[in-house]
């Protein structure tokens, strides 16, 4: 399914860039940015090139992270924030302008402590900068590479990647070989090491035919021990539907972060899809 936006449709070459966005870590987002330009994929449009300046920009900000910053950089500093915020106003994908948005306030408010000289502030700054790293990119968030960093709840459960996502992508399907219980959760947990603030899980779900509850949670974890959880559940349609939880750990700093997708079906069968999870931090 291809997603039509301004007239232009949302090409191969766009979903990679959001890709190494959303799935690597610096490092394997400037080789990939790097290849990118000096190999353009053919038919390659506006949006692929919007997505892919949008990974050179990000690695850009998440360099700041551990750079020294002194008064000679608050000129970049202001540029680049504001190079995101032009780059988010052009940008067609929703998962992208959110990753910008993050960005873009995160290097604004370095910016500004950078400017006033307050370290304090400069170091909190890093910090939530340092959050995208730790909790902006899901691995395999986009079901491109399978099933691997997910796994099934129980051995009756089957997951396999297919179809496509509401924006781009494959999707995982959770299919139950009985009666009773289906579903995924993280493997590793998405969130290894948490920080003290706000993390916000987003998916996309929707079921195979008819309705079926489907349960999202997010269990703080210290050790092997739940020490907080954060769950809702949705009447799935065939429509996909996307869903927010908000997470604050207790335990920042000494805990992880793990999510859970399930549902009860009354036969077996394919029960749900799920698509474009992220998780943010800030």
Known sequence: MMKIQGGRRR????????????????AACAANTAVGAANPPAGADDAGQTCTAAAALIHQALAMHTDQMTATRYGEASSLAAQLR??????????????????????TTLAAAVQAGDKTAMLGAQQVLGGFGKAGPVTNSLFTHGTTDWAPDDPTTVLQSGGTGPTGGEALVVTAQTSGACGFHDSPHVVPSTLPGTYRLRLWVRSVSG???VTVSAAEMVGKTRVNVTSTTLDASTHWQRVMLTVRPKAPKHSALAIDVSASPKKAGSCFLAAGISMTWG
Do not use: F, P, W
């Open 86 to 107: 032009a780059l988010r106003a052009a940008a067609e994908d929703d998962v992208l302008q959110e990753k910008l948005d993050y960005m873009a306030d995160a290097v």
């Open 11 to 26: 090409t191969a070459s766009c979903l990679a860039a959001i890709c190494v966005v959303l799935s690597l870590g610096a």
């Open 211 to 213: 309705h079926q509850k």
